[in-house]
């Protein structure tokens, strides 16, 4: 799958891929939608992020996964615990995560 570059959104991308940001927040890409001088409003920006494949939805409203230039394509690298990730980047609540085996 090729993904394009707006020239527009370039310099967010270049800081979301040069701080291997995995999960990214409306708050987040705000900051650097606005570090990089872009009046588009954040919410078109992510708009355009996700339909072009750099940013996949998580389960959770306001937080996705950032799918670097290196994956080369729209694939998750979240893999099971992507949604609990999400929900503890993304607010306040703790929680914790526990497997079982048969003995």
Known sequence: MTRTIPHSLAPVLE???????????TARLEELVRAAGIRTATRTVATRLRERGW????????????????????YSRGGHTRL?????????????????AAA
């Open 84 to 100: 609990l990730r999400s929900i503890l980047v993304h607010s306040d609540i703790a929680c914790g995560l526990t497997f079982q």
């Open 55 to 74: 940013l996949l939805a998580t389960g959770q409203r306001g937080v996705w996964e950032f799918v670097p230039a290196a994956v080369a394509g729209a």
């Open 15 to 25: 800081q979301l891929e040069l701080y291997q940001a995995d999960l990214v927040t």
